[in-house]
């Protein structure tokens, strides 16, 4: 890194300040030594051929009042320079952003409008098409914080949206195959394909098509002797077949080995083609011709495909462990009166109650409601008498199906029924939640972050204030590598970048002035002393739980309105003692 720093402030001695341009072979020299050297601040724009586009613009600080800087756009980086261009401060890889477009208060407020106020209403009045905004990967060096810039007119904010989108998807490529083979890259390649929309939609109206031709075929076939029909639907089998297959050829090969593997609906498809393949080939062997039933739940496919069939799947399947329990319960009782049945009425009735498997059988068929009383139950109960005109009622046997079915009918198999339908409805809310909040993250308004949240929610786990000060003490001490009292930017840039965190804390200068306050926090060298990064950590750590507060209020239930409620409140007396302090 000293090799990298001593050639810049070499450059900067012998250059005025915008002049970097003067000496572009030494420049760049420098600038990649910073660059592989992880310390990229403070250094000189891009090489006139680098860039692609570039701008003076307004950018939001700290209190979300916008103040001038100048934008380079090369074909990798998105570079934050100050007023003048000369110096850039804050470099943003492409790949790392998420989202790129205009500022969509109108958007967020619609699917909020639950909770319009005149506040929101202040914000929507507020909406201009000049300002453009981007969202950073949370796993970054920038930390998921999103970035507005405002432009001077639409035209050009349009040009930048349109410029940066382009130039991510290269970028996202180059970062996926770089350092990978051909092969892999490649891969890459046929994966973008495969998962793109227009490809999904295509085998998904593939595979309602051969649902409707076997639905034709199970209609037709059965009530006709004609051979070219039959063998227009084994053509068209055919056909289905090998889309199929290529299909899942090309997906095997886009998803090898792992990401393949991980996902059930792989699992099902490998098995609904590969039968088909073997009752294809194989059709003339004894007993394989049967797998081609298996035709018939090919359409079941789509439901891997269509967001809102696949959430109904996942919610039936996370409630089956709670229905299964109850199903246990439902059939060891069943059981235990199909063991009693044997015993009472294998001689009277040895059709029903013959053996056990019998006396199950038909105890399920009591269950189930259908003729139990007449075919089953009442032979059973009353019993003609020669002497007698009325039957003879069997007391024990009227016992045994009364009880089975208030026992079963009517309270195992409604508990089964109410067991299923609320772990149903809890896995569909939290599927839709969990939708919900994708959808807040991809398009919602952007989450409130900041480059220190890592060390801040560690700092938050605290149970006292003496444990709060004894921790920033010992954060001081780690960072002042000098041991001279005071930390400069430089200190706490370098001190933050060891520590063990996910993502790396990558302290900017705009990050050092929020938290300085602009430099009022810092003595007159510009440092911080011991009690200034007391004041600072805890005005942080403050900051820190009203940016959680916000965060939880932004991903919360739009129906949960009493939680909702608690946490705005909650936010509005957090802000009320940081106005009093």
């Known amino acids: 890194m000293v090799e990298g720093k001593g050639i810049m402030e070499r450059?900067?001695?012998?250059?005025?300040?915008?002049?970097?341009?003067?000496?572009?072979?030494?420049?760049?020299?420098?600038?990649?030594?910073?660059?592989?050297?992880?310390?990229?601040?403070?250094?000189?724009?891009?090489?006139k051929s680098q860039i692609v586009h570039e701008s003076p613009v307004k950018v939001t600080d700290f209190l979300r009042n916008y103040v001038p800087k100048h934008i380079f756009l090369t074909e990798g980086e998105l570079m934050i320079a100050n007023a003048d261009g000369s110096v850039v401060n804050h470099v943003i890889h492409l790949d790392d952003i998420t989202r790129i477009r205009h500022s969509n208060v109108d958007d967020f407020l619609e699917r909020r409008a639950e909770y319009s106020s005149p506040f929101e209403e202040e914000c929507l009045a507020e909406y201009d098409e000049t300002v453009l905004e981007i969202v950073?990967?949370?796993?970054?060096?920038?930390?998921?914080?999103?970035?507005?810039?405002?432009?001077?007119?639409?035209?050009?904010?349009?040009?930048?949206?349109?410029?940066?989108?382009?130039?991510?998807?290269?970028?996202?490529?180059?970062?996926?195959?770089?350092?990978?083979?051909?092969?892999?890259?490649?891969?890459?390649?046929?994966?973008?394909?495969?998962?793109?929309?227009?490809?999904?939609?295509?085998?998904?109206?593939?595979?309602?098509?051969?649902?409707?031709?076997?639905?034709?075929?199970?209609?037709?076939?059965?009530?006709?002797?004609?051979?070219?029909t039959a063998a227009l639907f084994d053509n068209l089998d055919l056909c289905f077949t090998i889309i199929f297959t290529v299909e899942l050829s090309v997906n095997i090969a886009a998803n090898w080995f792992r990401p393949f593997f991980q996902s059930g609906w792989n699992f099902f498809d490998l098995t609904v083609v590969g039968i088909s393949l073997i009752s294809l080939?194989?059709?003339?062997?004894?007993?394989?011709?049967?797998?081609?039933?298996?035709?018939?739940?090919?359409?079941?496919?789509?439901?891997?495909?269509?967001?809102?069939?696949?959430?109904?799947?996942?919610?039936?399947?996370?409630?089956?462990?709670?229905?299964?329990?109850?199903?246990?319960?439902?059939?060891?009782?069943?059981?235990?009166?199909?063991?009693?049945?044997?015993?009472?009425?294998?001689?009277g009735s040895p059709d029903?109650?013959?053996?056990?498997?019998?006396a199950l059988f038909t105890m399920f068929q009591v269950a189930t409601g259908d003729g139990w009383a007449s075919e089953i139950a009442r032979p059973l109960i009353f019993q003609d008498h020669p002497t007698s005109v009325l039957p003879k009622v069997n007391i024990a046997s009227t016992f045994f199906f009364v009880s089975f079915v208030v026992?079963?009918?009517?309270?195992?198999?409604?508990?089964?029924?109410?067991?299923?339908?609320?772990?149903?409805?809890?896995?569909?809310?939290?599927?839709?939640?969990?939708i919900f909040q994708e959808e807040e993250y991809k398009h919602g308004e952007p989450f409130a972050l900041h480059a220190l949240d890592p060390v801040l929610e560690s700092l938050s786990a605290h149970s006292s204030t003496e444990q709060l000060t004894s921790r920033i003490s010992s954060l001081f001490v780690?960072?002042?590598?000098?041991?001279?009292?005071?930390?400069?930017?430089?200190?706490?840039?370098?001190?933050?970048?060891?520590?063990?965190?996910?993502?790396?804390?990558?302290?900017?200068?705009?990050?050092?002035?929020?938290?300085?306050?602009?430099g009022m926090m810092c003595n007159e060298d510009g440092e911080v002393t011991e009690n200034g990064f007391q004041d600072i950590m805890r005005m942080q750590l403050a900051l820190f739980l009203q940016r959680q507060l916000a965060n939880a209020i932004h991903l919360a239930d739009v129906n949960d309105s009493e939680n909702l409620m608690i946490m705005k409140t909650l936010k509005i007396m957090s802000l009320m003692i940081n106005d009093l302090g």
């Not at 029903?352 to 019998?358: R, Y």
């Open 11 to 47: 450059l900067r001695k012998g250059n005025k300040a915008g002049s970097f341009q003067n000496r572009d072979d030494s420049i760049q020299e420098a600038l990649e030594r910073l660059r592989c050297e992880e310390d990229i601040i403070d250094i000189p724009p891009p090489l």
């Open 136 to 228: 950073t990967e949370l796993l970054s060096s920038s930390f998921g914080r999103s970035f507005s810039f405002k432009f001077e007119d639409k035209s050009e904010c349009k040009t930048w949206i349109h410029n940066m989108q382009k130039l991510k998807k290269k970028a996202s490529i180059r970062a996926h195959v770089k350092g990978t083979s051909r092969i892999r890259t490649y891969q890459y390649h046929l994966k973008l394909f495969y998962d793109s929309d227009f490809l999904q939609y295509f085998v998904a109206g593939f595979i309602f098509l051969n649902f409707l031709t076997n639905v034709l075929q199970s209609e037709i076939t059965p009530t006709t002797d004609n051979t070219s």
């Open 281 to 347: 080939f194989l059709s003339e062997v004894p007993g394989l011709s049967h797998l081609r039933l298996m035709r018939a739940f090919r359409v079941v496919r789509l439901f891997g495909r269509l967001a809102s069939l696949r959430q109904i799947i996942n919610a039936l399947t996370a409630s089956i462990l709670p229905v299964f329990n109850a199903y246990i319960i439902m059939l060891l009782v069943t059981s235990i009166y199909a063991i009693i049945g044997v015993t009472l009425f294998s001689d």
């Open 352 to 358: 029903e109650f013959g053996t056990f498997s019998l």
């Open 407 to 434: 026992i079963v009918g009517w309270s195992l198999l409604q508990v089964v029924v109410a067991v299923m339908l609320d772990n149903f409805t809890a896995a569909a809310d939290k599927e839709k939640k969990k």
């Open 478 to 518: 780690a960072l002042d590598d000098n041991g001279n009292g005071s930390l400069s930017f430089l200190e706490l840039r370098k001190g933050f970048q060891k520590f063990p965190l996910l993502p790396k804390i990558t302290l900017s200068r705009d990050d050092f002035d929020e938290i300085t306050c602009n």
